[in-house]
């Protein structure tokens, strides 16, 4: 009854009660990821903007994966870390990431690209730390309403903050940077459910998204929810570069 | 609907086309943009939208031959617009150049020969795409070419100014260059990449060989026998002189050797080019015919009062002629063509459904108007049904869009309100009449006298079937719901051995029609009409009415024209709007548009009833009722009719609210069966049991929200039995809940089993685990 | 609502079949396949859910607006 249920979706994969993660999908998304490109202990993996470390967590445990955390601001995060290990988390941007070249089997990208300023320069990054055939992985926020193909779709170079891309940017984005496209799938439905989940606790999804982006938010995402323009998406694709 | 059929539907509407001035216009220059500028006198946004494509603006604007107003929209109604005048105007009121662009050069380098028009030109496009240009002029100063045109026109101060502009967008410029020596221009081809030779210079020696004045160049991408060489610019070898054509031909030098640098297809897409035709359809139907504003500086310019009111007189030339009939359209903010992309384009290319365009599917009242106006017959019915039916299809129709309807449907053809019944006593009747379950929810006196005044004028036996004829469940895109219906209502007319049907209602009559095509149907106002009211007209009442269609009797012109007589017999003068017969409006009801988008299809009922002086008369139940609710009034056609009787005016009756239709519907089964047809009623249901006192406040509150008599009744019966209450300390009142189906019921009430009284009522449809329902 | 209004609304409401009052509880509810947990009034014994008006038309028909994309 409840196939729609992502939050259920998520307590059978990952074996465990619904996340505290407040993010579109909680660790489920993630887990249909890691599935796909069947990533194993050994495997170098890096989480960007990792926040409270639920990923990297979710890899240990599963997978036995000691991957790195990468946020601008770390501090607030050793304090959520539990258990003996510690995930290694350094300070950092995407668009300047502290890994070598070509060191990465995988790098998670959630909820995290429809924030950062310079998509070119981090798309650059994570093609230069991915190993050829490494997988990215994004997961965020995307624009429904732009259909209209002879537009461009995001202007490169520049902050737009005030959109999220269209499926069709986000095919240039990753192509322009010789990314590709594995999976693309809609979870409209878990960005939903997350909001609904917000009102129903007397949150204001705004002021929620607000506060975990820092005050960089698209559209406010109550009112594009509404109107319908902003669904959620996981993207995994694959490096092409040498 | 595939993508072949959706493609050429998309491509019939012709909204995107361009006007005939830009159409005929080789360089396409949006002149309908920047006149609407004028007009508003935002002179610096026209002189933007001009130069966005227009080369070398200060020079060409003087000058252009102007191939757009021979062909200008607005010479049907006085004369074309004087565009070149408005052009001449808005360069010349200011000293304005162009700025440079800021691209990023490229390291090819062009060479472009001589300083006529379509060199100039053809400079200018390859610096704004950012080639390196070089300007070879064999005289001492350039621009003599232009000494054709007289001072006042073009003064050389403009000319100098203008190559300047050039200049400082990065073309060098070269004069006195030797032009004579042999294959002087092979060199110049091996020496840049690429070159333009504009023929029109005038002044330039004989550098390529002409023969019969024709210039040995492809039409298309104007190459010469010499690779990377490309001439054009007839200048006034052309008959007769275009100085527009000779701009045209250097912006397709340039666009050639943009292409021939980057190794890149010379020939292809290039169609556009130059003057083409268009498909667009404008409507001057009430446009006043109007002279040109005349100029008062005979070799001057316009003033800008001039311009402004010049400006003014152009037509903004577009379709929309859908769209300015329709409120839905108008306030989707878009057209045909845009709406179908959005619709298919949601199915094509994403998997989830889209709330925006489910809105769009949803709120059309799929009457039909669009496309009896559309110039090339486009309907928004058909797309939009096709969207419901995919939605529906793919578990994505939004429950609360048309539930309701659907809830009601099902009500109308349950037991408490469906009926067959032959003529009393009769084993088989002739006729059978099929009131419809609207007008039986709204005036079920009228049904009975009609009835009886068919029974009584009509031999061969009068059954009466009460149902509903499933439209709700097509107009919601619920196939198999709907070929459900229509199976039953088949079954219901075989077992009444196939009687004619009559029908009150136009929707009622158009499902049979479309779908029953073996069942023998009139509608009850030819019949009326047919067998007469009474043997000589009415007097004159000398009352004049205006006459609604509704949106199902659009084609029906029979029925339509009998409604007229009828209304004439009466005594009535009738009177028309300009959309009616078979341009119609719909009130606002049909296609479910006031269920799945209530907000709108308020707006399109006070619309309508707004656009007659006196009031409505009009032959769907639903069609009265909605045009009823705002100031207007709107009687029913049998409101005349039957006029007079029990000392009341059914004419100005309130609307019944949803669960006084229903009470209405399931009063009138009964005392048919009672009274006419001799049988004992249906047993009330326990919970009808329920006596409750309601105020008009919390009624109205109960219609905002959608909620039946009959669901409070529900709520308080399930309460009362199973001591499921909850007692609120501070008001004394109880508050109870029950859920039938899909939405959960609140009542706040007290009260004893004799007398109840509801003070709230409300709902939703989120359902909580655990609780009770049926 | 703050918690002290939580508190005064909890001590208005009692449960006739039962006779005590309702209490703060964590209910499930549904909607088009999606399951949540909200704060509402229950009688801790037969279970029997409150839903305010302010709840039904504010929190709940908001969610359910969202949920619907209509």
Known sequence: ?242 | MDQKELRALEYRCIQEEPPLCTAACPLHIDARGFIGKIATEAWDEAWRILTRNMPVPNILARICDHPCEPVCKRREAGDSIAVSELEKACVSRTNRKVKAPSVPKRKDHIAVVGTGLSSLVAAWDLLFGGHQVTILEAHDRPGDAFLIFPEHLLARSVIEEEIAVIQAMGGELQTNVLMTKKRWLEKLAEDFDAVYVGLDDGTIPDIIPLSQGMVGVEPITLATGIKGVFAGGLGKMRKPFSAIHDAADGRKGATSIDRFVQNVSLTAARENEGPCETRLYTNIENIVAEPVVPKADVEGRYTDEEAIKEARRCIQCECMECVKNCLYLERFRGYPKRYIREIYNNEAILMGSHGQTNRLINSCSLCGLCGVVCPNDISMVDICLEGRRKLVERGKMPPSAHDFALEDMSFNNSERFALTRHEPSMEKSQFFFFPGCQLSGSSPEQVERVYEYLRQRLSGGVGLMLRCCSAPAFWAGREELFRDGIEELREEWKNASRPRMIFACPTCYKVYKEHLPEVEIISLWELLDEIGLSSSPYPSKHITITIHDPCTSRSEQGMQESVRRLLRHLGYTVEEVFLSGLKTECCGYGGLMSAANQPLAREVAKKRADEATSDWVTYCAMCRDTLSKGDKHAAHILDLIFEGSENRSAVGRKVPGYSDRHENRARLKERMLAKVFGEEGKLVEQFEQILLSISSEVRERMEERRILVEDVQRVIYHAERTGERIYNKKTGHWVASFRPRTVTFWVEYTGTPQAYTLYNSYCHRMEIMGESSK | ?70
């Open chain 1, 1 to 242: 009854m409840l196939d729609n249920c992502i939050f259920m979706k998520e307590a059978e994969a990952v074996g465990a009660a619904p996340s505290s993660l407040a993010r579109p999908g909680g660790l489920y998304i993630t887990h249909r990821a890691v599935e796909f490109c069947g990533f194993t202990a050994g495997d170098r993996v890096a989480d960007i903007g990792c926040g409270s470390c639920g990923t990297l967590e979710y890899l240990m445990t599963t997978r036995g994966i000691c991957g790195f955390g990468l946020d601008p601001a770390p501090s607030r995060l050793t304090t959520d870390a539990r258990g003996i290990w510690r995930p290694q988390v350094v300070r950092g941007v995407a668009e300047a990431l502290p890994f070598k070249d070509s060191l990465l089997d995988g790098l998670f990208c959630e909820c995290v690209l429809s924030l950062v300023d310079d998509l070119d320069a981090a798309l650059l990054e994570f093609s230069r730390v991915l190993k050829k055939g490494g997988h990215l992985i994004i997961s965020d926020l995307y624009d429904r309403t732009s259909t209209d193909v002879s537009l461009p779709d995001r202007i490169y170079g520049q902050s737009n903050l005030q959109s999220a891309l269209s499926k069709r940017g986000m095919e240039q984005l990753l192509d322009a940077h010789r990314f590709m496209l594995l999976v693309w799938e809609d979870y409209t439905m878990a960005l939903k459910e997350l909001a609904a989940r917000l009102i129903l606790a007397g949150c204001s999804p705004d002021e929620f998204w607000k506060q975990g982006c820092r005050d960089r938010t698209p559209n406010p995402l109550g009112r594009s929810l509404m109107s319908a323009k902003l669904g959620y998406c996981l993207v995994i694709a694959r490096s092409h570069a040498p």
């Open chain 3, 1 to 70: 609502m703050t918690v002290r209004d939580q508190q005064k609304e909890k001590n208005e409401w009692t449960c006739t079949r039962c006779g005590i009052d309702l209490e703060l509880a964590k209910v499930q509810i549904t909607y088009v396949g999606c399951g949540f947990t909200i704060d509402a009034l229950r009688c801790p014994q037969c279970h029997l859910v409150l839903v305010t008006e302010d709840m039904a038309v504010g929190k709940l028909a908001e969610a359910e607006r969202v949920l619907e994309d209509k």
